[in-house]
């Protein structure tokens, strides 16, 4: 070791080893008594979206794609109402279901003449190895809600037969049912089967 690196170790060795001020104690001491903010959650990342009258979000993680609105064939010999047929998304067929249907969201014929603007798309959702395709009547994109913007679902909703809801959120002047996807994947799976 060279003199300039053993000089440099030694006063390293003085100044870690040279003793603590009281008030650097003291200070240290308070901040660490100080009881612990709550952690911070992550923050919930959603694709909301319109069925009939119906605000809905759903977490970004059980979205696929969104794409324009294709022909949806109907499969013969099917009585089971929430299966709306097969629908073309990048050249393979996909089961396309009215998610209206199962979330018992009531139709709204009069209200959906009185809305000029109507942005249809078509919605499919990935979970696991399933893939589902719905149609909606508008997208409004994607947005973050910490943990805490989630509210309670109102007691005559919750207590609907078909309650998929984990939640209630809002933004901009739009209250959404906050949509519970693995109760929503698995009521698909026992439906369409």
Known sequence: MSKKEETDVEFACKLLDR???????????????????????APISVVMF????????????A???????????????????LLLGV????????????????????????????????????????????????????VHGISHFEQSDVHNVPVTVSKSTANFLKGMLERDGKHMGFIDEELMFSGLRRVIK
């Not at 003793?19 to 959650?41: G, P």
């Not at 949806?72 to 089971?80: G, V």
């Open 50 to 61: 319109r069925l009939q009258q119906q605000w809905l979000a759903l977490s970004t993680t």
């Open 19 to 41: 003793e603590v001020q009281e008030d650097y104690k003291t200070e240290w001491t308070e901040l660490l008594m100080r009881k612990k903010e709550e952690l911070r959650t």
């Open 87 to 138: 629908v073309n998304i990048r050249g393979q067929l996909r089961t396309c279901v009215a998610l209206g249907k199962m979330l018992e969201i009531e139709d709204a014929v009069a209200a959906k003449e009185a809305n000029e603007t109507c942005y249809q798309r078509l919605i499919v959702l990935e979970n696991e190895s399933d893939r589902w395709v719905f149609p909606a009547d508008e």
């Open 63 to 81: 979205f696929k794609e969104v794409c324009e609105v294709r022909p949806i064939h109907t499969l013969p010999h099917r009585s089971n109402n």
